[in-house]
T-cell receptor, first 114, second 112 residues
Framework: DGGITQSPKYLFRKEGQNVTLSCEQNLNHDAMYWYRQDPGQGLRLIYYSQIVNDFQKGDIAEGYSVSREKKESFPLTVTSAQKNPTAFYLC?????????????FGNGTRLTVT | GQQLNQSPQSMFIQEGEDVSMNCTSSSIFNTWLWYKQDPGEGPVLLIALYKAGELTSNGRLTAQFGITRKDSFLNISASIPSDVGIYFCAGSIIQGAQKLVFGQGTRLTINP
């Protein structure tokens, strides 16, 4: 079955450590996205990539970094510079069809930093 | 920036009741999407709307793209326990998801 796989499901880190969240898709989608979800808020865009080896900052990119070396993979690194990293992180992708929507989501990674 | 107001924030209903929720925007959109999210999971697409005035159904769910292009509603008929979750609307003016704006969600609770 095609889909988006995020791992791990739960991640715990100490403050000051960088941590990388994995996102893999086998939908053959060109575009991939990272969102952050906090309780009671809408999803906020961190980074997105429309093609391999290219990515753009979203609305809240500070303290995060990404890479897109392969079409299937779009890992997100939460750096120690991110002031409030504890959140639910969602990876998503879209096709390159005429509308390039809708967005398909993975099952998320819950990151807790103490 | 664009604002998207989703209401109500939460609903408590009896099983079998119909549900209605809506989203309004300060800007016009070309696309409206409705998602459902179960606890600890990613959002799942319910309905996608691409044309003003469009009314689309998916089983017991019906959603409409408002004629002004600034609003959309989602109705659920004859609610069942598995309808529990958080429902999100999202709107976009352009192709691609990089400008997709999300509502804050409607949390639906059903009393059996």
């Amino acid at each position: 079955d095609g889909g988006i796989t995020q791992s791990p499901k739960y991640l715990f880190r100490k403050e000051g450590q960088n941590v990388t969240l994995s996102c893999e898709q086998n939908l053959n989608h060109d575009a991939m996205y990272w969102y952050r979800q906090d309780p009671g808020q809408g999803l906020r865009l961190i980074y997105y990539s429309q093609i391999v080896n290219d990515f753009q900052k979203g609305d809240i990119a500070e303290g995060y970094s990404v890479s897109r070396e392969k079409k299937e993979s779009f890992p997100l690194t939460v750096t120690s510079a991110q002031k409030n990293p504890t959140a639910f992180y969602l990876c998503a992708s879209t096709s390159s069809g005429p509308s390039r929507l809708p967005l398909h989501f993975g099952n998320g990674t819950r990151l807790t930093v103490t | 920036g664009q604002q998207l107001n989703q209401s109500p924030q939460s609903m408590f209903i009896q099983e079998g009741e119909d549900v209605s929720m809506n989203c309004t925007s300060s800007s016009i959109f070309n696309t409206w999407l409705w998602y459902k999210q179960d606890p600890g999971e990613g959002p799942v697409l319910l309905i996608a709307l691409y044309k003003a005035g469009e009314l689309t159904s998916n089983g017991r769910l019906t959603a409409q793209f408002g004629i002004t292009r600034k609003d959309s509603f989602l109705n659920i008929s004859a609610s069942i326990p598995s309808d529990v979750g958080i429902y999100f609307c999202a709107g976009s003016i352009i192709q691609g998801a990089q400008k997709l704006v999300f509502g804050q969600g409607t949390r639906l609770t059903i009393n059996p």
